[in-house]
């Protein structure tokens, strides 16, 4: 039996009715070079942010459950437009929801986590000879409520899809040709970056690149999928994600990442105790990405994108609370986090780019990470990749 190869296409790749024929071009031509071939679909352009702005106008706290019916919608839309385009050029498809396609996830609304996946359906299609079409981003609980993955779930989907089908490859398709080692669109200079392992890629999107989403790093690190970034218009240059790369053929270079906004939480300490505090952030569904307990104070990060109802919640906790956004710009890669001379030249370079000292400044096994203001987190992006990317200071391995 031929090889299966999953494919996911984002939401600038079936943006319009345009982009979702080119992508139908894209399936078919996978299926005549002889593979069995299961597509993942994000929604349609910019639909999950206007179905979340409609909700917001509807209420300031959308309910999480009637978010993922909401949101999910626009997944199925494009799996449905795509297999009528494949379907218009000769070839047999289905689409399936999440649900459909086996996807079991635990029950938390709004950014599920997959815990099982049952392909039974998807199998019996690719074993008739069809395409098979699955919407992204979207899951069935075991309580068999419809669940959302968070933002970039689709990557997830179609990885853990890959797993589960013992696929070959995993071709993640989006508007870039692959991962650079910064935002293009920000860093002139940036270069696209040709292999990589899963530890420092996964890094990289947890602290803010949007190439690839973690958790669909994850997946593949545990499984051992090769992932290919390419770029949906096509051209020869992809970045290669996978484990058993010889030292060689691997990126060295750093990366610079920048997670933005970040919801910055600062209260006295004496407001509460740390165990209380815990109970009533996992009862509003509320994970910090970052936690600091000083003496006096206690700091807490959430991404605002991940929480949209994140001001409610702070003010059903109590807190008397200073809240700030702000930008967290981070160097990634095994040379940086480690290193007291680059935390050095991290903190010097950022100084001069903004006149300041950066405002909090952590460390990580693969990374260095330094809170910024929002409005100075381009400038920041910009002097790191100068120092790490181009002009590369001495690294030296020490206790920092």
């Not at 385009?85 to 689409?95: F, L, M, P, T």
């Not at 200079?189 to 989403?213: C, F, I, P, Q, T």
């Not at 950022?350 to 330094?370: D, E, H, K, V, Y």
């Amino acid at each position: 039996m031929s090889a299966i190869l999953v494919q996911k296409y984002g939401g600038s790749s079936v943006a319009d009715t345009e982009r979702l024929l080119q992508v139908a071009d894209r399936v078919v031509a996978a299926k005549q070079r002889g593979f069995q071939v299961v597509v993942v679909v994000s929604a349609m352009g910019d639909t999950t942010n206007r179905l979340m702005q409609r909700a917001r106008e509807i209420t300031p706290e959308p309910p999480r459950r009637e978010l993922d019916m909401l949101l999910s919608a626009g997944e199925r839309v494009s799996m449905a437009l795509l297999s009528m385009a494949v379907q218009a050029r000769g070839y047999e498809a289905i689409s399936f929801t999440g649900s459909q396609s086996g996807i079991l996830t635990n029950d938390r609304h709004f950014e599920a986590q997959i815990i099982e996946v049952r392909p039974i359906r998807i199998q019996d299609e690719l074993a008739r000879g069809k395409i098979v079409i699955v919407a992204g981003f979207q899951g069935m609980s075991y309580k068999r409520e419809i669940t959302t993955l968070g933002r970039g779930g689709s990557d997830t989907t179609a990885v853990a899809l890959a797993g589960a089908l013992g696929a070959e490859a995993c071709e993640i398709y989006s508007d870039v040709d692959g991962v650079y080692d910064a935002d293009p669109r920000v860093v002139l200079e940036a270069r696209r970056m040709e292999n990589l392992r899963y530890e420092d890629m996964e890094e990289m999107s947890r602290m803010g690149a949007k190439v690839l989403h973690a958790e669909a790093i994850r997946f593949a690190r545990e499984h051992g999928i090769a992932l290919y970034a390419k770029a949906t218009s096509g051209g020869e240059g992809y970045t290669l994600i996978r484990r058993d790369f010889a030292p060689e053929d691997t990126t060295v270079r750093p990366a610079i990442t920048c997670l933005r906004p970040l919801c910055w939480l600062s209260f006295p300490r004496a407001q509460i105790n740390e165990e209380t505090l815990q109970a009533q952030l996992a009862e509003y569904g509320l994970d910090s990405s970052m936690s600091f307990w000083g003496k006096e104070r206690v700091e807490l990060a959430f991404w605002r994108d991940a929480y949209p109802e994140l001001d409610v919640a702070v003010q059903r906790l109590n807190l008397q609370a200073d809240i700030e956004e702000v930008a967290v710009v981070s160097v990634v890669g095994s040379q940086a986090g480690g290193s007291a001379q680059a935390l050095a030249h991290a903190s010097q370079a950022l100084r001069a780019s903004m006149g300041a000292a950066p405002w909090r400044i952590w460390t990580a096994p693969l990374r260095l990470s330094f809170a910024v203001p929002l409005a100075q987190a381009n400038d920041a992006q910009r002097a790191l990749h100068r120092l790490f990317c181009v002009d590369g200071p001495p690294l030296v391995k020490g206790d920092i």
